[in-house]
């Protein structure tokens, strides 16, 4: 099992380029979200999607666009990428429930995007 | 409201103890404790849910404290390998994501 995978690994923009990251786990979990990690930041929550066709939106939404067309795929788009969403972005993934074990999130390895 | 955390940055030499504090001014069903290095991903270290759990993972515990909506991050007799930045994650229970603290930096000297 791959576990969460994220593509690509690195990207850089120009301001105002539009681009979309590629979020999948082979877990079968229901429930996937993005965050995005800044220095002094901690991580937080961008979107997150409950299942196939449903997104929500977190802590930090303005500027993205998700979506989940497929169970396994979570996908976060910048239209007109700014300087301010240089970041590193990570996904997870956990199944749903609240007992435990099903609480963990599963990371990504991340993205590190710079906009120029 | 993200939780605080604190210390903000511990140094320590190899084989002392560390504590790592996160309170939360709302509700919590759970707390996650995670650690990351430099340019990786955060690691999954334990999980604690409502009830005052405590739990261990190698030289590794922490405990929950739910009505003082505290968590606490116990770093026994630490080795250079615990180095890192510490995040704990709050959750009330739903299916939306963990808020996390802005972290612990935490350096093990020889």
């Known amino acids: 099992n791959a576990g969460v995978t994220q593509t690509p690994k690195f990207r850089v923009l120009k301001t105002g380029q539009s681009m979309t990251l590629l979020c999948a786990q082979d877990m079968n979990h229901e429930y996937m979200y993005w965050y995005r990690q800044d220095p002094g930041m901690g991580l937080r929550l961008i979107h997150y999607?409950?299942?196939?066709?449903?997104?929500a939106k977190g802590e930090v939404p303005d500027g993205y666009n998700v979506s989940r067309l497929k169970k396994q795929n979570f996908l976060l788009g910048l239209e007109s990428a700014a300087p301010s969403q240089t970041s590193v972005y990570f996904c997870?993934?956990?199944?749903?429930?609240?007992?435990?074990?099903?609480?963990?999130?599963?990371f990504g390895p991340g993205t590190r995007l710079t906009v120029t | 409201q993200q939780p605080v955390q604190s210390p903000q940055a511990v140094i320590l030499r190899e084989g002392e103890d560390a504590v790592i504090n996160c309170s939360s001014s709302k509700a919590l069903y759970s707390v996650h404790w995670y650690r990351q290095k430099h340019g990786e991903a955060p690691v999954f270290l334990m999980i604690l849910l409502k009830g005052g759990e405590q739990k261990g993972h190698e030289k590794i515990s922490a405990s929950f404290n739910e009505k003082k909506q505290q968590s606490s991050l116990y770093l026994t007799a630490s080795q250079l390998s615990y180095s890192g930045t510490y995040f704990c994650?709050?959750?009330?229970?739903?299916?939306?994501?963990?808020?996390f603290g802005k972290g612990t930096h935490l350096i093990i000297q020889p």
């Open positions: 999607s409950v299942g196939e066709g449903t997104t």
């Open positions: 994650g709050a959750s009330g229970g739903g299916a939306d994501g963990l808020t």
């Open positions: 997870a993934s956990r199944a749903p429930g609240i007992g435990g074990a099903r609480l963990q999130q599963y």
